[in-house]
């Protein structure tokens, strides 16, 4: 009888071990859910943020691309005027009437002028006006 009253404290004692185990991973678990709930929260804040941010950027450079292009249409920049000269002049009288697709900087090829506006923009030159 001893024996088993010894087995029944032993196994009381592994059982009482098993559930404070049990109740210390079921805390950490808790701890965890908890942390990850607030690493997203904070996550989705910073991604908010950063839209907004984003959005505010865009609409500035926008809003600068639109002044740049209505002050390139009044008047373009003499470098480019200048280029546009040399680029026909020089040339041959049968050359210079051939159809040939307009490769102007700021007029006819909207890819060409986004690319002078960023240009300008990184390099923070105003544009000429008289």
Request: charged share 25%.
């Amino acid at each position: 009888m001893a024996f088993y009253l010894a087995q029944e404290v032993q196994l009381a004692r592994r059982h009482d071990k098993i559930l404070s185990q049990r109740l210390i991973l079921l805390q950490q678990m808790e701890n965890h859910l908890g942390d990850k709930k607030t690493e997203k929260t904070s996550q989705t804040q910073a991604a908010d943020a950063a839209y907004k941010r984003n959005a505010a950027l865009l609409n500035d450079i926008e809003a600068a691309e639109k002044r740049l292009q209505a002050r390139v249409h009044l008047q373009p920049h003499p470098d480019i005027a200048k280029l546009e000269r040399t680029r026909t002049r020089g040339k041959h009288p049968e050359l210079r009437r051939q159809k040939r697709p307009c490769h102007c900087l700021h007029r006819c090829n909207p890819m060409w002028f986004s690319l002078l506006v960023l240009l300008l923009l990184v390099l923070q030159l105003k544009p000429y006006s008289p």
